[in-house]
């Protein structure tokens, strides 16, 4: 055997058993978990109250708009003291 053969040998075996040793770990993680469950409920609820207040700021700033110029002091004038 050329030693090049048995290197390739060790990797290949030392990576298989780092396959096997692995998926008990991977296993532990399961989706239907309850802590998983309420974090997503939780992320779904933060992001529906931000799209709320993203819809309702919207809705304010359309209604109020940029307000009207008005003269306050228009009825204190009389006819001949108009705008220049």
Do not use: C, H
Not at 21 to 27: E, K, T, V, Y
């Amino acid at each position: 055997m050329s030693p090049g053969f048995k290197t390739m040998r060790t990797i290949v075996a030392s990576t298989i058993a780092l396959a096997i040793l692995s998926g008990p770990a991977f296993a532990q993680a399961r989706p239907d978990d309850p802590i998983m469950i309420q974090e997503r409920d939780k992320q779904q609820q933060r992001e529906a109250l931000d799209k709320q207040y993203k819809r309702t700021l919207d809705q304010t700033r359309k209604e109020n708009g940029p307000a009207p110029r008005s003269d306050p002091w228009s009825n204190m004038r009389g006819q001949s003291d108009g705008k220049r």
